[in-house]
């Protein structure tokens, strides 16, 4: 069992395109996946068409007043499911501070779920907060999105001091392109030189497309409407090389 | 927590299109797909899935294939796997779930076509106001059988669920039905039902039963799995319908010789004759079967260094299962064993008068039951204290044969006494057949192995492999050494004075 979360500071840079068609092709492959949508703004669940709705809101989520399994809903995929998000969830960095241990909270919410899953995607709000520190601890992975751009790229440098800071020595962190758009000099040259300079950097770009876009109005993943274009297979490139990199390092 | 899946059934005059067609009148759905399938049920010949609650279907579409393991209580799919077909054995699957479970139930049982249904399946979503899918629908439409449908919910979706189950019950007037009706009625349409065979004896005998009747009764069923695994014997489809082949004829052969003086004399001299025939030549089949089974495990025994060199044993030994089982193939055949067959048929189907003129015919099955079962006993605790370590091992083995005529004769008159009494001792009896057992395996195996390496010597087989079979006769012989230690121990526990009480007077005539 892995839990991924799909994570960056900055906002807009694909992570909730990266959770739902990373957790589709997983699902299809027969990892039995579950994405938990942890965004207020529930971007994960409207692809989805689920309601952001959770019962009794973050405070009793946080608390474990509800059993995390009674919360979860079945996506119209088969083997993925859904931890919908909820509008309090904006408030999950001051519920976290009324807690013991804030940091281990989530990490202790989602174990019973891993005897369950295969995968546990988290797609995260962007910010470093009480909630991405508990999201770090409960995470393998930390797969960052970054935009091809000098800003981007001062993102990922922190990110990577951060973890060095605070000794956060489980946690992988994979970092890849996202709306990499080729046709921009600068984005190609930002590509070319930090594949090199940074060999973490998965080879896989996903490429800024309007097919990726449609998801909103199609509200499914990438491959449930469009089975062979150029994003989906750059997903599945994704799914593969970021699988590889998991044994890699688990060996 | 998602919520088990419901079963429904259509009336025979309600056909898919018309279900649909109401069903469109309260509910919003749309079809996801709608296929022809062959779905295929699954077992080995002794009901390993079913008994273990199991429904394994092959379903074949021109999109898919698919096996699947369904719990036959809650209809829960656990396992689902695409396949292009069904291999004869599980351990030809592909690594994986379907393989872990289906190994572990079949063991060295062949996975058999039980049930072939041609038809028309429908997938259908039921949709919310935002279109999203909050159940699963799935309509089975057979053209002999009743029409299967299956409510199979969505985790977080529970109202969906009671809201169409409601519907299907209340307005609909369907019937619920349970998981393996399709394949009980598909079984019943063919004269079957689940669980009609099992290596077990199964007999219910009256204790104030003539002798005579009884012991027909035995034999009856013995005959039964004779003839039921026969055919599957002569093709070998597994090694299983070998061994419950023997095992019926064994017990035939024990009954004649043990069930004394109910049938007359020239009768049972005349079919003694013929199944010890039948035992003898089905012996070397069953041998190579065995050391073919016990392969993985003898290969186990060596160092990882010498494993690979085995490998030529398992080629020699599958050759010579070969070989065997043509000869028998061809004996089973013949017009001796079919005709003589045949005449016990027909002297167990003829009128009982006929029968009753042995000695024993007339007194109460009971009655005899407690005589030879108190006299068996005996003759085991005398066999068995006058061994020590310094017996031959022949006294081992014939306390061995003693042992298996008393477990035969308790499994026979089982059902004339008290379950759980009968249990208990029959335990005792089987750990002490254990330890024999084990000694007269692994002396066999050990003698064996070393012929073997004799006859392989004219083969050209590299000289590790007969070092490797060295090493695998030293752990046969350690094997069996510690069985012989073993002996003592479980003989004492055997005839303890508890079970010897107990034996007494559970089989102590009281008239």
Sequence with gaps: ?251 | MTAIPLHFELPDSQTAIKFLKKLHKTIDFEIASQQYTIKTFYDSFDWRLYNADILCEFNQSKSASYISLIDRNSGVTFVLEEQQDVPRFSDQLQNGRLKTQLSALLEMRALLPVSQLPHQVHHINVLNKDKKTVLRIRLDEYESLANHITLQPLKGYDKALARVSLLLQNSLQLKTTTPSATLDHALKYQGRKAQDYGSKLALKLDPKMRAGQASIIIYRQLLRTIQMNECNTIADIDSEFLHDFRIAIRRTRAGLSQIKHTLPSPIVAKYAVFFAWLGQITGPTRDMDVYLLSYEQYKATLPISLRADITPLYAFLKDKQVEAQKELAAKLNSPNYRTQLANWEQYLKAPLAKKDRAKNAHISIKELADQRIRKVYKRILVEGEVINDSSPAEALHDLRKTCKKLRYLMEFFQSLYPKDKMKFLIKSLKDLQAVLGDFQDYEVQEINIKHFSEEMMANNIPSNTFLAMGVLVQHLDAMKCAARDQFAKQFTLFEQPENQRAFKHLFAHKG
């Design chain 1, 1 to 251: 069992m892995k839990i991924i979360a799909s994570y960056n500071i900055k906002g807009g840079v694909g992570k909730t395109s990266t959770s739902v068609n990373l957790a589709y092709i997983a699902a299809q492959q027969d990892y039995k996946t579950l994405v938990w949508d942890l965004d207020p703004q529930g971007a994960s669940s409207y692809y989805f068409r689920v309601k952001p709705k959770v019962k009794g809101g973050s405070k009793q989520l946080i608390a474990g007043d509800r059993n995390l399994d009674g919360l979860i809903k079945a996506t119209d995929f088969n083997n993925l499911d859904l931890l919908p998000a909820d509008f309090s969830f904006r408030n999950l960095d001051l519920v976290l501070d009324e807690r013991k241990k804030p940091t281990q909270r989530l990490k202790k919410l989602l174990s019973p779920l891993t005897e369950e899953y295969d995968l546990i995607i988290l797609d995260c709000p962007p910010n470093i907060s009480l909630l991405s520190e508990s999201i770090f601890a409960a995470s393998d992975i930390l797969l960052s999105p970054i935009i091809p751009t000098t800003l981007s790229l001062r993102t990922l440098e922190q990110l990577k001091k951060y973890i060095k800071d605070n000794k956060l020595k489980h946690l992988q962190l994979v970092p890849f392109f996202s709306m990499a758009d080729r046709r921009k000099k600068m984005h190609r040259e930002i590509i070319d030189t930090l594949s090199e300079k940074h060999p973490d950097i998965l080879q896989t770009a996903i490429p800024y497309a309007s097919d990726i876009e449609r998801m909103g109005l199609e509200r499914k993943p990438l491959g449930a409407y469009l089975k062979k274009g150029r994003s989906t297979v750059a997903y599945q490139l994704l799914w593969q090389e970021l699988l590889a990199r998991m044994n890699n390092h688990e060996t």
